[in-house]
């Protein structure tokens, strides 16, 4: 694989205006098509195979006009009593009327009608239904729905648009760009140059571009979910630039040495772009697991994301090569510059070696240092480290999982705004209403279990009312509203869920379904919870199989995989902590703690797995370069750790920019996604590869490269350290034909 990719690299470099040029066209190409052809975002959480979904699939076809999205618009009068006047009735009678009437809306339900009239008489619901589910709602549709109710206002009356039909796509703005600026800066800080600092941010913006242009591209007929685009904005950018960083590193160092440039860019193509190749290979394999769950919405984001750092990979090895064709010895500071001119100059190999020893990598630098001092003290930097992370691992077991609801919407958002006085006025079971199908084969059937469905409602636990049944035209399907005490993230509600669909499961003339927008969320829960640990083996025996391949090793996958794991579990407990918990949640931001997101622990898992992969190969990888070409075990951990501790810092307070930079977003889920993957790359990257690796590679010594002979012949050699390449250099060239 090194020697493949050592000429594609020299072949770019020495074709780079053909190579740039080819981009150029993908990116405008992929830029015009995704101008064209860009389709809806959709904000879809369904479930093929659960009761909830199944209710759904059910109401659309024999009762579709009560399958579209539902909208409740709360009315809070300007004084108590004040719906019980005239004046009142005629205001709510008249928002009823313009809901009923607004462009997509097959109907609106007066609460005079319903009782949904707070007993104080001055919060009221309006309860809206659309012809087509919430994805399916236009802006123009979704803009008229917000606008209802904007006359009344000015007479002090309080009107608020609700419900799922609100359900908004998180914007990307200027907050992420704080991410990249400081990205920026810590690229010229490692470099020491604008034009190698400025070369790595182009060629992972370039990335970027394509991999979101072809994205959108295929919207129209892939349905991307609201968070599928930003994960992979996030990834995309955060690889992409990482990936960049690490080949330029590696060409700049075989410059500072005295190899020409063609030489120099092929031979960091073929040794860090094999890493690069490798660590992108594991993020895309892990996002792309994601299908194992059979979550469609969670397929979706894994493969956009997986696409993106796929694009990532393919820029890094031939756009990268390309780009440091054009920018030339200006990659180097100016006094390194030098150094290396002197020694292109220099007469006879002596002085030509005198020149550039002073642009080697000093041995005394803080990597090398550093490495000193943790290989040193290893036990006690093993057990601080796991010591540290345990305690912050801590609030984990406590983890609650749900999705999104309006209660966690931004403050002041609409969705938000509907919800507190839903909740102000009636409470929060009516932000979180249940809905129970009841389907027989006859009209007969349906009419005798409604008032038994009925009567079991009401005696269940937590159920605060149960609404009259609205009938299907034919009478088949019926369709009841169950009001609960609690809120839909609330784990009283989850129990109700679970009591509900105990106590209606034994009709035999009919089904009873219980589905909407709480039911939903549950069972998306409770699948994702099911689906965690079987991910997290799946993730963990991969780690060590590429790991075993890549290495050659049996004990360094094994301690890969456990740091991992240290990784995870120390992620999940900070921010259980801080968005569960609510402590220092003022720090990003947040003004509602509450459960995670429930897709969030397994695509962190898949993520973190991906980028732990990439340190772990960058640190490990020189290593066992330097192992299997003469240094001793512990010299080579030295070594592997003061050549790659300046750039997998770069890398990793890179990474950790670009994602803190989402925490700024007023989306509590890219918020919470965008902490959590900050936090796990700061502590994989630091605590974990760069203090407890170092730590434990040093205790284990020559064994840590311990493969069985038997083992070491099944497992193919993919070389990407670079061995094979330099025997393949080493080779004396062909004669000339004689004659």
């Known amino acids: 694989m090194a020697t493949l990719l050592y000429r594609l690299g020299r072949g770019s470099m020495r074709r780079r205006r053909l190579v740039a040029a080819i981009w ?18 959709a904000d879809n959480f369904t479930m093929p195979g659960t009761e909830s979904q199944q209710a759904l699939d059910l109401l659309a076809e024999q009762f579709p006009a009560a399958s579209g999205a539902t909208g409740t618009i709360a009315v809070k009068a300007p004084a108590d009593g004040a719906l019980g006047g005239p004046q009142g009735q005629a205001v709510v009678k008249e928002l009823t009327q313009e809901a009923a009437t607004l462009p997509g809306v097959v109907g609106a339900v007066d609460p005079f009608q319903v009782g949904a009239v707070s007993p104080d008489g001055r919060y009221a619901l309006v309860q809206v239904q659309f012809a087509t589910g919430a994805d399916e709602v236009t802006d123009a549709q979704r803009d008229a729905y917000e606008k209802v109710g904007e006359r009344v206002e000015a007479q002090g009356w309080e009107v608020a648009p609700g419900g799922e039909v609100l359900s908004s796509v998180p914007e990307v703005g200027s907050t992420e760009a704080i991410g990249v600026a400081v990205a920026a800066i810590v690229l010229v800080v490692t470099f020491g140059s604008l034009v190698a600092a400025g070369m790595t941010m182009l060629n992972a913006l370039i990335g970027v571009g394509v991999g ?71 993020v895309v394999i892990a996002l792309a697991g994601l299908a194992v769950v059979n979550i469609p919405f969670l397929t979706v984001m894994g493969l956009a994301a997986a696409a993106t750092v796929t694009v990532a990979v393919l820029v890094a090895i031939t756009l990268q090569p390309a780009l440091l064709g054009f920018a030339g010895p200006r990659v180097l500071p100016r006094k390194l510059r030098a150094a290396v001119s002197a020694g292109e100059r220099a007469d006879d190999a002596g002085t030509r070696a005198d020149a550039l020893a002073g642009a080697a990598e000093d041995r005394s630098g803080f990597g090398f240092r550093w490495a000193r001092a943790v290989t040193r003290f290893r036990v006690p930097v093993i057990l601080v480290g796991l010591l540290g992370l345990g305690l912050l691992a801590l609030p984990a077991p406590d983890m609650r999982l749900a999705l999104p609801d309006a209660g966690t919407a931004p403050a002041g958002s609409p969705a938000r705004t509907s919800n507190d006085l839903i909740t102000e006025g009636f409470g929060p079971g009516f932000t979180g209403r249940l809905a129970v199908v009841v389907a027989g084969d006859d009209q007969q059937a349906t009419s005798a279990a409604i008032p038994q469905v009925t009567a079991l409602l009401q005696r269940t636990d937590n159920v605060l009312a149960v609404a009259p049944p609205q009938l299907s035209p034919d009478g088949r399907t019926a369709l009841l509203g169950v009001v609960p005490k609690t809120g839909p993230t609330d784990e009283a509600t989850e129990t109700l869920v679970n009591d509900v669909r105990g106590s209606v499961g034994e009709f035999r003339d009919v089904d009873v ?7 939903i969320g549950i069972d998306v829960s409770e699948k994702l919870s099911d689906a965690l640990p079987v991910y997290l083996l799946l993730v963990v025996g991969l780690s060590v199989l590429l790991l075993m391949l890549v290495f050659r090793s049996l004990l360094v996958p094994v301690k890969a995989a456990l740091g991992f794991l240290l990784t995870v579990a120390a992620t999940f407990g900070i921010t259980v902590a801080v968005f569960q918990q609510g402590h220092l949640a003022d720090l990003v931001g947040l003004d509602t703690p509450g459960p995670l997101v429930s897709f969030l622990p397994i695509l962190l898992i898949g993520i973190l797995f991906g980028l732990a992969m990439d340190y772990e190969v960058f640190l490990v990888s020189r290593m066992r370069e330097d192992f299997v070409h003469g240094d001793t075990a512990q010299q080579a951990t030295i070594n592997g750790m003061g050549h790659g501790a300046r750039v997998v810092t770069a890398a990793a307070l890179i990474m950790i920019s670009v994602f803190g930079g989402f925490v700024f977003l007023d989306d509590p889920v890219i918020k919470s996604m965008g902490f959590a993957l900050a936090v796990g790359v700061a502590i994989d990257a630091f605590v974990v590869r760069m203090t407890i690796v170092p730590a434990v590679m040093s205790l284990l010594g020559r064994g840590a490269w311990w493969l069985p002979r038997w083992l070491d012949r099944a497992l193919p050699n993919v070389d990407i350290e670079g061995e094979g390449l330099r025997a393949h250099l080493a080779e004396p060239a062909p004669a000339a034909p004689r004659g």
């Open 24 to 41: 150029l066209v993908v990116l405008v190409g992929l830029g015009l098509a995704a101008g064209t052809l860009r389709g809806p975002i």
């Open 212 to 282: 979101m242009a072809g994205l959108f591209a295929i919207s129209s007929v892939v349905d991307l979910s609201s968070t599928a685009p930003i994960l992979a904005l996030m990834l995309g950018l955060a690889v992409g630039i990482d990936y960049s960083l690490f080949i330029t590193s590696r060409y700049r160092q075989n410059l500072i040495e005295g190899l020409p440039p063609d030489e120099a860019v092929g031979r960091a193509v073929g040794t860090a772009g094999s890493a690069v190749l490798f660590a992108g290979a594991t």
């Open 513 to 519: 379904l219980l589905t909407g927008a709480t039911a």
